[in-house]
C-alpha cells in the first residue's frame, strides 16, 4: 500500500519548483542586470532603463488599441500555422506514399522554400491589393514547405513491419492511412508547428512593416519613426512572450495527443 | 506476468487433429516467385512449391534462412502475387478468398507489432475494426480474448507498459479475436526467452484446438515444430518442399520419436545444399 505524502516529500517538491523556477530565471536575470549596466555607459534612446521599457510592456496590455495590435498579430501567426497544416499534410503524405508524386512535387517544395522571405513580400506587394491576402501568403509560404518536409519524413519513418501487419488483416488504403499513418503525421504535425512559429514569428513583423494598417509591424514602424527604442523593445518582449505562450500550448497539447510516445530516450 | 486460465496442452490436443478433408484448406500448386534486384540480377525465392494443408492440419516449415518462407505467407495474405502457379483456399484463388473474406487468415509475426499509441483492447480490436465490426462489439471480443491469454488486468495498458511475453500474449491474441479460419506463424515465438516461450505455444496450441483452426507455421527450432506440428515440411532454397514428416501425437514428449525426427530433418537439410544446410545446421548447434 502506497503511504501518504509526507511534509518532508511535500517540502521536497517545493524545493524541487523553487529550484527549477530559479533555473530558468536565472538567465533572463543576467540579461536584464548586463543591459541596465549598458545603460550607465549609452545615452537612452540606444540602451533605454529597464523600468521604462517595463512601463511600455504595461501600456501594451492596458491600452486597447495597442493590445488589439498584438492581438491581430497573434491571430495571423495562428491562421497561417493552421492553413500550412491543412496544405502540407496532404502534400507530405501523398509524397511519403508515392514515389511518382514524391519526385514531381519535391522540386516545386524546395524552390519554394529556397524563396528567402523578404522576396515574397516584394512579390506579393506587386502581385495582391490586399493586405491582409499580402501577409497570409507569405507566412503560409513559409510554413508550408516545412509542414510538408516534416510530414514526408515522418511517414518515411514508419516501420514497414507495421505497415506489412496492418495490409495483413486485410486493411484498405484509406485504412492503412486512418489507422497507422494517421497518429504518426500528428507527431510530425506537431514537430512542423514548432517550427513554423518560430519562423512566422520572425517573419509576420517584415511582412506587416510594408503596409500593414494594423499588427505589431505596424506600432514598431512608428516606433522606429519616433526613435522610440523603450517601445521597439517592449514589442520585441511582447513577440518573444507571444512565441513562448504558443511553443507552450502546443507542447501541452503534443503532451496530450502523443501520450504514447512517453519521455525522451534516456530521460526520466 | 498474469497467470494463463488455460489448461496446459497435451499431447491428446494434436492427438485430436482430424484427417485431410476432400479439398484441402490450402493448396499450392507449383508456385514461383522471383525478385528482380536493382542491379539487374534475379533472386528465386520460391521455386515449384506444391503442398496441401488439410483443414484443422497443423503444418510446421523448417528450412534455412533466406528460403522464401515469408515470401510464401505474404503470397498467402496477397500481399505478394505469385509469377506462376496457384493458391488456393476452400478451392478459390487466394485473390477472391482475399477480397470475399478478409481477416480470415491472419499472421502472428515475430515480433508483437503492437501499435504504440493504442491499448492492448485496441490493438486486440484492430483486425475486427478493418473488417468494420462496431466498436462496443469488438472491444468486448478484445477483452474476452485478452482474458483469454491471461491479460485480463492489462487491458487498458499501452504496450509500452507490458512486458515482451505480454506483448506477444497480446499478438496471439489479436491474430484469434478475428476468428480466423487460417493462422500463419512467422517465427512467432522466436524473440521470446524459452520459458515464457513453452507456456506460450502450449496456450496457442489449446486456443487452435478449441477454435478447430488450421495453422501454417514456420520456425527455426526443430523442437517447436515437433511439439506444434502434426506434419513437418523441410524447405529446400529457393522455397521448395524436400521432404516431409508426419508427426505422431505424443512425439514430443517420446525422445526415440523427436530424436529420429531431428535426425530426418537434419539429414534432409544437408542434402538439400551446402548453403542452406550450413545456415539451418548453426542454428541447429545453437538449440
Not at chain 2, 71 to 82: A, E, I, Q, S
Amino acid at each position: 500500500m502506497a503511504n501518504p505524502p509526507s511534509a518532508s516529500s511535500g517540502n521536497a517538491r517545493l524545493r524541487q519548483t523553487s529550484l527549477w523556477l530559479f533555473k530558468s530565471i536565472l538567465p533572463f536575470a543576467a540579461l536584464a542586470a548586463l543591459w541596465q549596466f549598458a545603460t550607465l555607459f549609452f545615452p537612452a534612446f540606444l540602451f533605454p532603463d529597464l523600468l521604462h521599457i517595463v512601463r511600455d510592456v504595461g501600456q501594451i496590455f492596458t491600452s486597447w488599441d495597442m493590445l488589439s495590435a498584438a492581438l491581430v498579430t497573434w491571430g495571423r501567426l495562428i491562421f497561417a500555422v493552421a492553413v500550412s497544416l491543412v496544405i502540407g499534410i496532404p502534400i507530405g503524405l501523398a509524397m511519403g506514399l508515392s514515389r511518382g508524386i514524391d519526385d514531381f512535387v519535391r522540386p516545386i517544395v524546395k524552390f519554394i522554400m529556397g524563396v528567402p522571405a523578404l522576396n515574397w513580400v516584394i512579390i506579393v506587394v506587386i502581385w495582391f491589393g490586399s493586405v491582409e491576402l499580402r501577409i497570409s501568403f507569405v507566412l503560409v509560404m513559409l510554413c508550408v514547405p516545412i509542414t510538408v518536409f516534416c510530414v514526408y519524413d515522418g511517414v518515411r519513418a514508419i516501420d514497414r513491419k507495421l505497415t506489412d501487419m496492418v495490409l495483413s488483416f486485410g486493411a484498405s488504403r484509406l485504412q492503412h492511412v486512418r489507422l497507422l499513418l494517421w497518429p504518426y503525421v500528428k507527431a510530425s504535425a506537431f514537430t512542423a508547428t514548432k517550427l513554423n512559429v518560430g519562423n512566422a514569428i520572425r517573419t509576420v513583423i517584415v511582412a506587416e512593416l510594408v503596409g500593414a494598417p494594423s499588427g505589431i509591424g505596424r506600432e514598431l514602424d512608428m516606433a522606429k519613426n519616433l526613435f522610440d527604442m523603450p517601445m521597439v523593445l517592449a514589442w520585441t518582449l511582447v513577440m518573444v512572450t507571444m512565441g513562448f505562450i504558443m511553443s507552450f500550448g502546443i507542447e501541452q497539447a503534443e503532451r496530450v495527443v502523443l501520450r504514447w510516445r512517453g519521455g525522451s530516450h534516456g530521460r526520466e | 506476468m498474469a497467470v494463463n486460465k488455460l489448461a496446459p496442452v497435451n499431447a491428446s490436443v494434436k492427438a485430436g487433429a482430424p484427417a485431410a478433408a476432400v479439398v484441402p484448406k490450402i493448396r499450392i500448386d507449383r508456385a514461383r516467385k522471383t525478385f528482380v534486384q536493382k542491379n539487374g540480377g534475379a533472386v528465386e525465392a520460391i521455386r515449384e512449391l506444391t503442398f496441401d494443408v488439410a483443414a484443422n492440419d497443423y503444418v510446421a516449415i523448417v528450412g534455412p534462412t533466406g528460403a522464401g518462407k515469408s515470401v510464401l505467407f505474404d503470397c498467402l495474405l496477397g500481399l505478394k502475387t505469385l509469377d506462376s502457379g496457384r493458391i488456393e483456399i476452400d478451392g478459390q484463388p487466394i485473390a477472391n478468398y482475399i477480397g470475399a473474406r478478409s481477416g480470415r487468415i491472419t499472421r502472428i509475426f515475430q515480433e508483437d507489432r503492437l501499435l504504440p499509441w493504442l491499448s492492448a483492447t485496441d490493438n486486440v480490436a484492430l483486425g475486427l475494426q478493418i473488417r468494420g465490426v462496431p466498436e462496443k462489439e469488438r472491444r468486448d471480443i478484445a477483452r474476452r480474448w485478452l482474458a483469454d491469454v491471461g491479460l485480463h488486468e492489462f487491458v487498458d495498458a499501452l504496450p509500452s507498459e507490458l512486458s515482451g511475453g505480454m506483448r506477444q500474449r497480446t499478438n496471439i491474441a489479436r491474430a484469434f479475436a478475428t476468428a480466423p479460419e487460417i493462422i500463419l506463424l512467422d517465427e512467432a515465438f522466436s524473440a521470446l526467452d524459452e520459458i515464457t516461450a513453452m507456456k506460450l505455444r502450449s496456450d496457442f496450441l489449446t486456443l487452435a484446438h478449441h477454435q478447430k483452426m488450421t495453422f501454417v507455421m514456420v520456425t527455426h527450432s526443430i523442437d517447436e515444430a515437433i511439439f506444434l506440428g502434426n506434419r513437418i515440411l523441410v524447405f529446400g532454397a529457393p522455397a521448395r518442399v524436400v521432404h516431409e514428416i508426419a508427426v505422431p501425437p505424443g512425439a514430443a514428449e517420446d525422445r526415440v520419436v523427436a530424436d529420429r525426427i531431428r535426425d530426418e530433418i537434419r539429414t534432409w537439410i544437408s542434402a538439400s545444399g551446402r548453403d542452406a544446410s550450413r545456415t539451418v545446421n548453426s542454428e541447429l548447434e545453437n538449440e
